[in-house]
T-cell receptor
Framework: AQSVAQPEDQVNVAEGNPLTVKCTYS??????LFWYVQYPNRGLQFLLK??????LVKGSYGFEAEFNKSQTSFHLKKPSALVSDSALYFC????????????FGAGTRLFVKA | DGGITQSPKYLFRKEGQNVTLSCEQN?????MYWYRQDPGQGLRLIYY???????QKGDIAEGYSVSREKKESFPLTVTSAQKNPTAFYLC?????????????FGDGTRLSIL
């Protein structure tokens, strides 16, 4: 069965420091991996995706993510955090053999302190 | 600007009442989805539709119903059979079901019990 794990409920970082939000996945088949961000009382916004090719994917607002096949991970990173990055982040996976369904992680709340 | 519009933003349901949540998209997407979001649980799929006049149950369809009479519209009815309807409901769309394209989300409807 497909699954996504975000092992941290919350991540705290100081503004200007690098941030990492972790995601691991389990799928049968090749994964399509996504990161979304959610601000309070809003829908999810797409940040970036991995389909194939380079393991380092660059996305919106300076975020990037590294795909690691051997560790089945897709961690979200940013070199220098901003207070405005504080939000709820979701990792999601779909496979090229799994049809329509996207599996979402439980979410990680990021707090960036000024 | 293309996007997804959900209405109303807030909705209150009385005991024994059915309520309908609206979702309209002007992205010309074939696939549409309804998710339920509860704190700490990520997103759970209620129903999805890959094409007009066709829809399928997701993981938690009991107590909900949908219709897809037009490509642009995918309303969700929360029936009186849903005993715990208090949640944040998100509608999403994608160019087609499956594939490697991200989903686009509306800004949600928050449903509460009176």
């Amino acid at each position: 069965a497909q699954s996504v794990a975000q092992p941290e409920d919350q991540v705290n970082v100081a503004e200007g420091n690098p941030l990492t939000v972790k995601c691991t996945y389990s799928v049968s088949g090749n994964p399509y991996l996504f990161w979304y961000v959610q601000y309070p009382n809003r829908g999810l916004q797409f940040l970036l995706k991995y389909i194939t090719g380079d393991n380092l994917v660059k996305g919106s607002y300076g975020f990037e993510a590294e795909f690691n096949k051997s560790q089945t991970s897709f961690h979200l990173k940013k070199p220098s955090a901003l207070v405005s990055d504080s939000a709820l982040y979701f990792c999601a996976v779909r496979t090229n053999t799994g049809g329509f369904k996207t599996i979402f992680g439980a979410g990680t709340r990021l707090f960036v302190k000024a | 600007d293309g996007g997804i519009t959900q209405s109303p933003k807030y909705l209150f349901r009385k005991e024994g009442q059915n309520v309908t949540l609206s979702c309209e998209q002007n992205l010309n997407h074939d696939a549409m989805y309804w998710y339920r979001q509860d704190p700490g649980q990520g997103l759970r799929l209620i129903y999805y539709s890959q094409i007009v006049n066709d829809f399928q149950k997701g993981d938690i369809a009991e107590g909900y119903s949908v219709s897809r009479e037009k490509k642009e519209s995918f309303p969700l009815t929360v029936t009186s059979a849903q005993k715990n309807p208090t949640a944040f409901y998100l509608c999403a769309s994608s160019p087609q079901g499956g594939g490697n394209q991200p989903q686009h989300f509306g800004d949600g409807t928050r449903l509460s019990i009176l």
